[in-house]
């Protein structure tokens, strides 16, 4: 009895003692954590990790799977809404705008095809019978054609009668099936690119698409969203602007057949396509530091959407996208290397560009050449600068082509 009775005390003074310990342990790593400095922001924008930063990072990523359990989104993080009910036949019409001066409702278009030619244009509503519209075509024998507004992008938007029309500048977007039919067509003048001389355009084309639907506020990786907020210093300010900034946005791949028409000379377009959709209370531009959007169509069918966001008031950077099999499968991107600092914080992007992904445990290393470049401006013409690049690229040794936006804000250089 006296044996057993030594033996426990024994136990109970090691699990006393382990405790002592850990609680020591835990205790002055706090205390040293504490004393850290944060890192200085590169260039007084990019926050870096500081000495919270893996605390934060499993808080948030914990919320985030609370929420999603708290919403019944069990399986709507796979970008498809397979378990949220989304109402799709209204999901692609005009969207009621908000009363706020900045309330939007935007598509926007994209197609390549091997031979060289690329489109890409969009509409965004605003208030007051205005739209941003742009509008660009790369025919293999011209080169770069841009609407003829271009810089500038606001316009007066144009009422052809036709219900849930997208239009002005000449640019005429519709919806005919929801989420599986577009009209796209453009008719007017466009400028060739560097001879400054204007062309007669005359597009009309049908997008279809068999693809599933890829919806940001449910899709993006929870790991990279976690790792985003949690470099930033946490604040009220910072969870009231991540509130603020909310808005829906939702991609489907597709196919852009049609014919163009450049100056009587009819081009018929069989093109690898995409289309977006955005809508919500409002669109700051001026809240944006800068941006870079790859869309990349291989050759072997695999289609990728990556991109890097910086706007300060909420994430200083983060990583978003997925990629598209062949098989029409969409794997959310889990990892990326692009650094936004470390590529044309200057304004001018580099032409040629290397960066690595990771989706579904496959890691995809990317390369992107430019081969032409144009730019204009959003938020009133003044608040955002954007260039549009005409690409072609290199995917783990298959070859394509592609789309890429870089924006970067200009209320500084507008004020000046």
């Known amino acids: 009895m006296l044996v057993v009775q030594t033996l426990g005390s024994s136990k109970m003074s090691c699990f006393l003692c382990v ?18 400095r944060d890192p200085e922001k590169i260039f007084g924008i990019y926050s870096r990790p500081g000495r919270w930063f893996y605390l934060k990072y499993y808080v948030f990523l914990a919320l985030l799977y609370v929420r999603q359990f708290l919403s019944g989104l069990k399986k709507a993080d796979t970008g498809l809404g397979s378990n949220v009910q989304i109402d799709y036949d209204h999901l692609d019409l005009w969207k009621p705008l908000s009363s706020d001066a900045k309330a939007f409702d935007a598509v926007f278009f994209q197609a390549v095809n091997n031979k060289g030619y690329y489109l890409c244009g969009g509409v965004e509503r605003r208030q007051l019978n205005k739209i941003n519209g742009v509008f660009y075509i790369v025919v293999p024998e011209l080169g770069l054609l841009r609407s003829e507004h271009l810089p500038k992008t606001s316009l007066d938007a144009t009422n052809s009668g036709e219900e849930n029309a997208f239009e002005g500048g000449g640019i005429h977007l519709r919806m005919i099936e929801p989420m599986k039919k577009w009209k796209v067509s453009y008719k007017g003048n466009m400028w060739l690119d560097e001879k400054n001389n204007k062309i007669d355009v005359d597009i009309n084309a049908e997008w279809t698409s068999n693809y599933p639907h890829f919806f940001f506020d449910t899709g993006m990786d929870k790991g990279l969203i976690a790792e985003a907020i949690a470099r930033e210093p946490w604040s009220k300010e910072l969870f009231k602007n991540l509130k603020a900034a909310h808005q829906t946005h939702y991609e489907q791949m597709g196919y852009l ?60 950077h983060l990583a978003m996208g997925y990629i598209v099999t062949p098989k029409r499968k969409i794997h ?20 040629n560009i290397a960066f690595s992904i990771t989706a579904n445990y496959m890691r995809y290393d990317c390369s992107v050449s430019t081969l032409h470049e144009c730019e204009h401006f959003k938020g009133n013409d003044v608040e955002a600068r954007l260039l549009e690049r005409f690409t072609v690229c290199r995917v783990n040794g298959t070859n394509g082509r592609g789309i890429a936006e870089w924006h970067y804000n200009n209320v500084k250089n507008a004020k000046e």
């Open 257 to 316: 057949n049609g014919t163009l028409k450049v100056n009587g000379k009819v081009h018929n377009l069989e093109m690898s396509s995409f289309r977006d959709h955005s809508f919500g209370n409002k669109r700051d531009w001026s809240l944006m530091h800068r941006y870079a959007f790859h869309m990349m169509y291989l050759d072997d069918s695999t289609r990728i959407c990556v991109g890097v966001v910086s706007q300060p008031c909420t994430t200083s």
């Open 332 to 351: 959310r991107i889990t990892r990326c290397n692009l650094q936004l600092f470390e590529h044309g914080e200057n304004g001018r992007p580099p032409k």
């Open 19 to 36: 405790i002592t310990a850990l609680v020591v342990v835990i205790s002055t790593t706090i205390a040293l954590v504490s004393r850290k």
